[in-house]
């Protein structure tokens, strides 16, 4: 079965299935769960989990985090055009119309004051950048593997609000540490091959600041597999699209292709069907459109698991979630920290929660050296909107 070139599971990851996993730990505080606490195989190496679930448990006052602590503004890197010669098509802006590289003005850092928050546990009010990744991979398959599409979830806690901005596959750059040009989506296979340290997601994330001009703070990587896990502990969600849509040629995860159609209008999909939704490109936008389908599913199942109680209501079905989690993630984040990001996540009141995509208004429709389709990123339109939303 083909797995997804998008990040749909992540905030999923942050915001419901790790949370769920913590209330899991957090609310059974027994001898026996003590156990299994450090009998679970840690995200990342160095985790002490039994110090981890004396911090759930309230045995010990947790610290703040010592990963987002700098008292600065989010450091703004200028990113280099790619050297390629632009062909030109009827539909698109002239070479003329691109903007010389800007870099946007510092700002103001965030403010310093301790902003309590019981709920979560996360007590930093400045501004957290998580990076989601979604891997194309098949069963079977050992990577490594390209990230179609990134998103970048932003969290501020000093106001209580988020943004979600996605980064399309196809924006052609020059890879950071000099390793050449190419998609943004084939930067994690970049480092891996290129054995960078933290690997192809550290590297990945590299490139996506260098494109954005902000500090990503985290990464997490997933598969489908946890999407699929949780669709089915929550139930339907209902998405609403414009328009119909019906594509022929869906993949069908045999390397084949099958038929697929949603009506315009607002129904409940289960999670084959939601899957689909999120990965059809079967619009006139094309990638664009199916950023923004990716990001109206998270949504809709943010909102569907708080319409049920929220993450402690998916308490029973956590040991299920939490195998998912384990088997289908990678992250350079802590265990604590990560259940009090997803805490904090799932507490941001939907309009206080920004969605963008990086749209066809802020690059140029362009051929790449083997003649496939590349986007080139307009940087001074690209760093407006990143100062937009992030400052």
């Known amino acids: 079965m083909r797995l997804p070139s998008w990040a749909l599971g992540v905030w999923v990851i942050i915001a419901v299935l790790i949370g769920a996993g913590g209330s899991y730990f957090g609310y059974t505080q027994t001898r026996e769960r003590t156990r299994e606490v450090n009998e679970i195989t840690p995200l990342s190496a160095g985790v002490d989990w039994l110090e981890t679930f004396d911090l759930l448990t309230g045995r010990k006052e947790p610290e703040l985090p010592d990963k987002v602590?700098?008292?600065?503004?989010?450091?703004?890197?200028?990113?280099?055009?790619?050297?390629?010669?632009?062909?030109?098509?009827?539909?698109?802006?002239?070479?003329?119309?691109?903007?010389?590289?800007?870099?946007?003005?510092?700002?103001?850092?965030?403010?310093?004051?301790?902003?309590e928050n019981t709920d979560s546990g996360w007590t930093d009010p400045r501004r957290v950048n998580i990076l989601l990744l979604?891997?194309?991979?098949?069963?079977?398959?050992?990577?490594?593997?390209?990230?179609?599409?990134?998103?970048?979830?932003s969290l501020k806690?000093?106001?209580?609000?988020?943004?979600?901005?996605?980064?399309?596959?196809?924006?052609?750059?020059?890879?950071?540490?000099?390793?050449?040009?190419?998609?943004?989506?084939?930067?994690?296979?970049?480092?891996?091959?290129?054995?960078?340290?933290?690997?192809?997601?550290a590297f990945a994330k590299l490139a996506v600041e260098t494109l954005l001009g902000i500090r990503i703070h985290y990464y997490v990587l997933v598969?489908?597999?946890?999407?699929?896990?949780?669709?089915n502990a929550v139930g339907d969600v209902e998405v609403c699209p414009?328009?119909?849509?019906?594509?022929?040629?869906?993949?069908?995860?045999?390397?084949?292709?099958?038929?697929?159609?949603?009506?315009?209008?607002?129904?409940?999909?289960?999670?084959?069907?939601?899957l689909e939704y999120a990965r059809t490109r079967a619009t006139e936008g094309g990638d664009i459109d199916r950023a923004?389908?990716?990001?109206?599913?998270?949504?809709?199942?943010?909102?569907?698991?708080?319409?049920?109680?929220?993450?402690?209501?998916?308490?029973?079905?956590?040991?299920?979630?939490?195998d998912s989690i384990q088997a289908n993630i990678r992250t350079d984040s802590t265990f604590q920290d990560i259940i009090n990001l997803a805490l904090l996540a799932q507490n941001i009141p939907s309009e206080n929660i920004r969605n963008e995509t990086i749209g066809y208004d802020r690059v140029l429709i362009r051929k790449g050296p083997n003649d496939e389709d590349i986007l080139l990123p307009i940087q001074?339109?690209?760093?407006e909107l990143v100062a937009e939303l992030f400052n």
């Open 69 to 115: 602590l700098e008292n600065e503004p989010p450091v703004l890197i200028p990113t280099q055009q790619p050297t390629l010669t632009p062909t030109t098509e009827p539909s698109t802006p002239t070479d003329s119309a691109t903007p010389v590289p800007v870099e946007t003005e510092a700002v103001t850092p965030e403010p310093t004051a301790v902003v």
């Open 134 to 153: 979604g891997i194309d991979q098949r069963q079977g398959e050992t990577g490594p593997f390209r990230t179609d599409t990134m998103m970048v979830l």
């Open 157 to 201: 806690p000093a106001n209580n609000s988020g943004v979600m901005l996605s980064i399309p596959r196809d924006i052609y750059l020059t890879y950071p540490r000099g390793l050449g040009e190419g998609k943004i989506n084939n930067a994690n296979v970049v480092g891996e091959v290129n054995q960078y340290p933290g690997g192809g997601p």
């Open 223 to 231: 598969n489908f597999d946890s999407f699929i896990t949780v669709v």
């Open 242 to 274: 414009p328009t119909e849509i019906d594509d022929p040629d869906y993949p069908d995860g045999s390397y084949g292709y099958k038929a697929v159609y949603f009506p315009a209008g607002c129904q409940d999909l289960n999670a084959e069907h939601l």
């Open 292 to 322: 923004n389908r990716q990001q109206e599913v998270i949504l809709g199942i943010r909102e569907k698991v708080l319409s049920v109680g929220g993450a402690t209501a998916l308490l029973d079905q956590a040991p299920t979630i939490w």
């Open 380 to 383: 001074g339109s690209i760093s």
